[in-house]
């Protein structure tokens, strides 16, 4: 018998190769289930079936897939079919078109179902009702009665001298139904299939019941958020500050303040912004146009070329430069033969930019002759080349300055950051709100030197007045709060709600005023207590009906889930009220 293997949906090429290698059988079936991987592709069969060549496999395939059979058979596979079934006629089968042996089947099973029924009325007559035991014979004692009147001797003689003998009644086997086995086992199916469907309609029911659950009481959850109504407050106080002042006075606005005397020493890494150009400096000839009307000497060591804000110098000095002539004075043609010979130059400084193209004009400046751009200039005979770039970091001046001013500010940070630790603060707008004195700084490169980074420091002493910044903001919300009425609250704009600066600082008398720009809003309170039990089961509109007519709301969100319900959840625990940020409304 051929071996069977079979497969799985997604059992590829490989795998299928594997479990035919364990096959210790030459041939092999593959039970192939519908739309698996294999049929996915033809070229998955003819890799299948060049495996099963190499193992030396004989390998059928067997499958419902009608694609799958188009393919295996292309491939050079053999199919296997399931064998046809054949069942028995039973009592129950009834052809459709109503022939004879319908009738006859019919017939039969009719008069096997009468014929029982009688068998079985008749052995139950052979019992007692009472006892269950085998009836005795019915006797018709009138008719005995005269038998024995009519020959009394015979009747005598046949009560004593017939033998008696022992009648067996016939055994009956009991039955669980009366029902033929055929009938038996279509009663059984329509049973089984009535308690199916009374489980079907019974998970239908709890199903249902569920969902109405889920849909009237899990799921359904709202969220109503309440704006309160606000009065948008804006207020500059002028708060004095004093070591001298004790406590704080929100009536007089007068706060104690705390001596500030810190020395300290900070120290960065600054990059150098300075760039300096070098490389190869560039090279070529020019001649010199010399309209004076008289021979020039031009010496190297006081001649300087310039092009574009670059600089050049003569290779060497250039002696007796006869003037030029014009071959016509009108259109300024001048004459090549009135010209000096080409005069080597050289750029003062390395780079590509000192590279110029033949034909350029250069302005010719001299320590005695000046300079006289309409009378002396020179032209490139030959392009200027051979500068090249390279650029190198300096230390500048400027570096230097912006590297004290950058320490400056990182002193008093570091200041203000040792003063938050005992939650105080110096005001440091403007800048006169502090004094620092005794200020040394000093840098490890000075400027020019070619170098891409420097480092610096900076010691210093920082005098002033620091005062305690929540004492100072628990100061402006009382003076403001005495103007609101009780139902309510001050809210402050976030951290940016309260900014000081220094409005003046007497360092003799030790006194401060500070203006406190305080940005915020009074808010109305609104007590949440019982709104969830008012708001339980009613539809969107009803709820914001009731709480439209309640004076202290001025904006109502509600979100209900899911998105198509509109009612509200019949169960206050699934409802949320919260009351949300005004400052939202506002913008900040």
Request: net charge positive.
């Amino acid at each position: 018998m051929i071996p069977s293997i079979y497969l799985d949906l997604e059992d590829d090429v490989s795998r299928i190769t594997a479990r035919l290698k364990k096959e210790k059988s030459l041939q092999a079936v593959l039970v192939c289930p519908k739309r698996c991987f294999l049929f996915s592709d033809s070229i998955n069969l003819r890799l299948l079936k060049k495996q099963a060549d190499l193992l030396k496999k004989e390998v059928y395939i067997l499958t419902m897939d009608e694609r799958g059979q188009a393919y295996a058979k292309e491939a050079g596979f053999g199919l296997k079919f399931l064998p046809k079934h054949s069942g028995g006629k039973a009592i129950s089968d009834i052809r459709a078109n109503g022939t004879k042996s319908q009738e006859s089947a019919a017939g039969a099973g009719v008069n096997m179902l009468a014929q029982t029924v009688k068998e079985i009325k008749n052995i139950t007559k052979l019992f007692s009702k009472e006892t269950g035991q085998p009836r005795p014979p019915v006797r018709n004692k009138s008719a005995e009665r005269a038998r024995h009147a009519a020959n009394p001797e015979k009747t005598q003689r046949k009560i004593h001298h017939t033998p008696t003998v022992e009648v067996s009644e016939p055994k009956v086997m009991a039955t669980d139904s009366i029902f033929p086995p055929e009938i038996e086992e279509s009663y059984k199916l329509r049973k089984k299939k009535a308690a199916n469907q009374r489980i079907a309609t019974g998970l239908v029911a709890v199903s249902l019941i569920t969902i109405l659950a889920l849909v009237f009481v899990v799921l359904p959850k709202a969220e109503v958020v309440i704006y309160p109504k606000f009065e948008p407050i804006t207020r500059d106080i002028d708060v004095t500050i004093s070591p001298s002042i004790q406590s704080a006075d929100s009536g007089r606005l007068l706060l104690p303040a705390t001596k500030v005397n810190e020395t300290m020493k900070v120290f960065d890494k600054f990059q150098s912004q300075g760039k300096k150009e070098v490389g190869n400096k560039a090279t070529g000839t020019v001649r010199i146009y010399n309209f004076t009307g008289q021979a020039l000497n031009l010496k190297a060591a006081t001649t300087v070329l310039t092009a574009g804000g670059k600089s050049y110098s003569l290779a060497e000095d250039a002696m007796w430069l006869k003037a030029a002539v014009y071959l016509n004075s009108k259109t300024k043609e001048v004459d090549p033969a009135s010209l000096p010979e080409p005069i080597t130059i050289v750029a003062q400084d390395g780079g590509e930019s000192f590279n110029l193209p033949a034909g350029a004009r250069l302005e010719i400046t001299n320590q005695v002759f000046g300079s006289k751009p309409q009378s002396l200039y020179a032209k490139t005979d030959s392009p200027i080349t051979g500068g090249t770039s390279r650029l190198l970091s300096v230390v500048t001046d400027q570096d230097i300055n912006n590297a004290q001013t950058a320490l400056q500010e990182k002193f008093v940070q570091n200041v203000q950051a040792e003063l938050q630790k005992k939650n105080l603060a110096i005001p440091t707008s403007p800048s006169n709100a502090y004094v620092l004195n005794d200020i040394k700084f000093a840098g490890d490169k000075p400027a020019g030197t070619q170098s891409p980074a420097f480092q610096a420091n900076l010691s210093a002493t920082l005098t002033g007045l620091a005062y305690d910044s929540q004492a100072l903001d628990q100061l402006i919300l009382d003076r403001i709060g005495q103007t609101l009425s009780g139902n309510k609250n001050l809210e402050v704009n976030g951290e940016q709600g309260i900014s000081v600066k220094l409005k003046s600082y007497d360092p003799g008398s030790q006194i401060a005023i500070l203006t406190a720009h305080f940005e915020g809003q009074a808010v109305m309170n609104i007590s949440l207590n019982g709104l969830a039990s008012e708001l339980a089961g009613k539809n969107k509109t009803q709820a914001n009906e009731i709480l439209r007519s309640k004076a202290d709301i001025d904006r109502i969100e509600m979100t209900v889930a899911p998105s198509w319900q509109n009612t509200l959840p019949w169960l206050k625990s699934k409802i949320t009220v919260k009351t949300g940020d005004v400052r939202n409304l506002t913008g900040n």
